[in-house]
């Protein structure tokens, strides 16, 4: 289970790492998953020397507006500077392995017409979220939280 708040939470399922692209960079992996459901492709750049990641294994992934565990909006502090001061507040990237910080900057309408296709940067890493509108209308142009945990 989610520790999100509906507010918060834009998007959460689980994905299967399929393949992992050849290093075009010394500490970047693309990884090409799938959901469980098969519904939703997505590709994934990540930091490998902080969150190594093999084919095969389930990743179970999160895009929230805020960090905050009732939902509320982030302040104007980042989430690393609150730790920083000594805050002892539970934020929800206490609950993940890995937490990036971009922007979901385009859409594009599948050829079929059922399905939506997502762009996210995180400082450079990219990701990119392919299914059905269902699934995706919540996401919009807006700072975002990509949140990260291998499932066992």
């Known amino acids: 289970m989610s520790a999100l708040t509906s507010d918060a939470q834009l998007f959460e399922d689980e994905f299967k790492v399929e393949r992992i692209s050849d290093p075009k960079y010394d500490r970047v992996d693309r990884l ?5 459901d098969g519904q939703t492709s997505m590709q994934l750049d990540i930091n490998k020397e902080l969150f ?12 929230a507006t805020s960090l905050s565990l009732d939902g ?3 302040d104007e502090r980042g989430w690393r500077d ?3 001061l000594g805050s ?13 910080h971009g922007k979901v ?13 997502a762009y996210m940067s995180y400082g450079g ?5 392919d299914g059905p509108y269902k699934k995706l209308t919540p996401l ?3 700072y975002v939280y990509l949140l990260a945990n291998r499932n066992a």
Not at 105 to 117: A, V
């Open 88 to 100: 002892v507040e539970q934020t929800l990237a206490d609950s993940y392995e890995y937490v990036c």
């Open 125 to 129: 890493l990219l990701m990119a979220l």
């Open 105 to 117: 900057y385009k859409f594009e309408d599948g050829k079929d017409g059922q399905t939506i296709k």
């Open 32 to 36: 090409y998953c799938t959901s469980v």
């Open 72 to 74: 509320s909006k982030d």
């Open 52 to 63: 190594p990641v093999k084919v095969g294994e389930y990743l179970r992934i999160a895009l």
């Open 82 to 84: 609150a730790a920083k």
């Open 140 to 142: 919009r142009v807006d």
